[in-house]
């Protein structure tokens, strides 16, 4: 019963960089998420996917881009790491609307 | 704009205490309201959500209640237990402006000793 798998759990990148993030979820849920959480700072929305096909942008968009590639994965991608990048990054998903049931474990990175 | 206010943490309390942990909200619609867990090295779970003035939410001995008057959404559990320690976030989401996000707390760690 794996719900939400993300990978990798942790990485380090130069500025400048790019990755991409992998998140699957093997719930049949429609919706998807990527969060950032940083240090004394509640979790903020960065895209969000209401179905395989469609995203939109959330609260801290910049720098990011994202792909919702079929109803189980929803990947986020850097294209330039910066410091302010640096985050624990967490994808998760819901059957509907905009409010997520199922986090992943997180994925730790940090840029220098 | 919206926000959550929680309080800060940690909370340390031993094994059986009553456990309260303070969330106050700003909205400018109608939000519902939510209470997430996260356990150490986990992703956050979805603990209890209301919806409604005066509705209460619980889950696992855990319960909070909509007040609107006191904008407030305050979790509470009669008896914790050692495995009940992690970080607890409180948050809302307003449909009433359309915004495709919850607005979190900055979180409470929540520690009990046996």
């Known amino acids: 019963n794996a719900g939400v798998t993300q990978t990798p759990k942790f990485q380090v990148l130069k500025t400048g960089q790019s990755m991409t993030l992998q998140c699957a979820q093997d719930m049949n849920h429609n919706s998807m998420y990527w969060y950032r959480q940083d240090p004394g700072m509640g979790l903020r929305l960065i895209y969000y996917s209401a179905s395989e096909g469609t995203t939109d942008k959330g609260e801290v968009p910049n720098g990011y881009n994202v792909s919702r590639l079929n109803k189980r994965e929803f990947s986020l991608r850097l294209e330039s790491a910066a410091p302010s990048q640096t985050s624990v990054y967490f994808c998760?998903?819901?059957?509907?609307?905009?409010?997520?049931?199922?986090f992943g474990d997180g994925t730790r990175l940090s840029i220098l | 704009g919206n926000s959550v206010t929680q309080m800060e943490g940690p909370v340390t309390l031993s094994e059986e205490a009553f456990l309260t942990i303070n969330c106050t909200y700003t909205a400018t619609g109608y939000p519902s309201l939510f209470w997430y867990v996260q356990y150490p090295g986990e992703g956050l779970q979805l603990l209890l959500k209301?919806?409604?003035?005066?509705d209460k939410g619980s889950n696992k001995g855990f319960e909070a209640t909509y007040r609107k008057e006191t904008t407030s959404f305050h979790l509470e559990k009669g008896s914790v237990q050692v495995s009940d320690s992690a970080v607890y976030f409180c948050a809302l989401s307003d449909q009433g402006t359309g915004r495709r996000a919850l607005t979190f707390g900055s979180g409470t760690r929540l520690q009990v000793q046996p």
């Open positions: 998760a998903s819901s059957e509907g609307g905009f409010q997520p049931q199922h």
């Open positions: 209301a919806t409604k003035a005066d």
